[in-house]
Structure formats: structure tokens, C-alpha cells
């Protein structure tokens, strides 16, 4: 089985602080994703990457940055965490580029900043 | 840019067929994903179409129509367990994006 794993479920920071959210996929996959959920908003790429090292903004960067220096683990860092970074944030991974591509989910970690 | 359209509830009873389209607009198209979602779980892939037609997974099919940017998802025998919301997903070469979501409600 694929497993994605994200370092925490629930994670509560305050204001002005950084965050690191950790992701470990355990397939090999090539692509892994950062997403963030907000209610009615469905899921919002935040950065992707298609290889180590590399990295592509989504939709919605700002405030936001990515490492990922091994293939299996992909970070999301908040430099300055702010309220409306609040949300439900999903770590996704997938095998490549081609077919159908089917990305994997982790638990998800719900962040609260105070 | 992108966006997509769905609706956002659907209620339907045990044993009957649901659909649940999308309509999407993307600068560029590789397929059209769904993706199902129970409450406080993680999303999971259920169906991929990246050319015009109807795919049949199980008790699930999903279709395609580049012409018109409309795909849906059709669920049959519906089972309490199908309570969930499904997400679509247009993927643009190496981006994905995602629909807000139908939230379906199946009443015994």
C-alpha cells in the first residue's frame, strides 16, 4: 500500500511564528504536492514538486516556501504563520506525468494560528 | 486561468443512481479526475478520463466531453457509505485543480 504520511494531525502556533509541516510518501513517487482544504474552497495547490531539489509555485504561494532535498519527504514551511493561514493542509504524492497519474493523500494536518 | 463548477449537495436514497456533473474552464487540458472525500478522512482517487467517453469502474462510471469541458460522475446502487463528498480535478499538464466539492447525502 502507498502510504503518505504527514508529521502531525492537529497543530495550533501562534502569530509571527514558523511552521514546518513534514510529509513522507514511501512509493518512490516522483511528484509530491501541497494542497491546502478550506470549507466551500476544495483544495488549493500551494507548490508542487517533480523532482528533488525542484519546485513550482501553485496557486496560491504566498507566505509560503518548499524543501525537498530527498525524494521521499516534502515540506511546506510558513515563514511568519498568520490567522488566515488556519486551515487543512494535505500532502499528495503521484508516480509521474503520464496516464492517469492518481495522486495519494496523507492524513492531512489541521493547523490553527493564534 | 481555471475554474470548475459543481454542485455543492446532492441528497439521494439507498439504491438509487446519482450524478454529479463538472464543468470546467482550463487554458490547457490533460483529463478530468474525481476524487472521494469522508468527513475528517483523506481524499481518494477513483477515476481518471483524459479522452471523450464513459469509463466504468465498479458501481462507479465517470465521463468525459472535451467539446463541451463537462465530465461527470455517476454512482449507482448508492449505499450509505457513499455519504462522502467528491471532488473533481482538472489536471493542466503538472497542476491539478480542484472543484469545491459535492457534498451526497444517501437517506435510507
Known amino acids: 500500500d502507498v502510504k503518505v504520511t504527514q508529521s502531525s494531525r492537529y497543530l495550533v502556533k501562534r502569530t509571527g511564528e514558523k511552521v514546518f509541516l513534514e510529509c513522507v510518501q514511501d512509493?518512490?513517487?516522483?511528484?509530491m504536492f501541497w494542497y491546502r482544504q478550506d470549507p466551500g474552497l476544495g483544495l488549493r495547490l500551494i507548490y508542487f514538486s517533480y523532482d528533488v531539489k525542484m519546485k513550482e509555485k501553485g496557486d496560491i504561494p504566498e507566505g509560503y516556501s518548499v524543501s525537498r532535498e530527498k525524494k521521499e519527504r516534502f515540506s511546506l514551511i510558513l515563514e511568519s504563520a498568520s490567522t488566515n493561514q488556519t486551515s487543512m493542509y494535505l500532502c499528495?504524492?503521484?508516480?509521474?506525468?503520464?496516464?492517469?497519474?492518481?495522486?495519494?493523500f496523507g492524513p492531512g494536518t489541521r493547523l490553527t494560528v493564534l | 486561468g481555471q475554474s470548475l463548477e459543481q454542485p455543492s449537495e446532492v441528497t439521494a436514497v439507498e439504491g438509487a443512481i446519482v450524478q454529479i456533473n463538472c464543468t470546467y474552464q482550463t487554458s490547457g487540458f490533460y483529463g478530468l479526475s474525481w476524487y472521494q472525500q469522508h468527513d475528517g478522512g483523506a481524499p481518494t482517487f477513483l477515476s481518471y478520463?483524459?479522452?471523450?467517453g464513459l469509463e466504468e469502474t465498479g458501481r462507479f462510471s465517470s465521463f468525459l466531453s472535451r467539446s463541451d469541458s463537462y465530465g461527470y460522475l455517476l454512482l449507482q446502487e448508492l449505499q450509505m457509505k457513499d455519504s462522502a463528498s467528491y471532488f473533481c480535478?482538472?489536471?493542466?499538464?503538472?497542476?491539478?485543480?480542484f472543484g469545491s466539492g459535492t457534498k451526497l447525502n444517501v437517506k435510507p
Open positions: 499528495a504524492s503521484s508516480y509521474g506525468l503520464a496516464g492517469e497519474d492518481e495522486q495519494f
Open positions: 480535478a482538472v489536471r493542466n499538464f503538472n497542476k491539478f485543480y
Open positions: 478520463n483524459a479522452l471523450d
Open positions: 512509493m518512490d513517487h516522483e511528484n
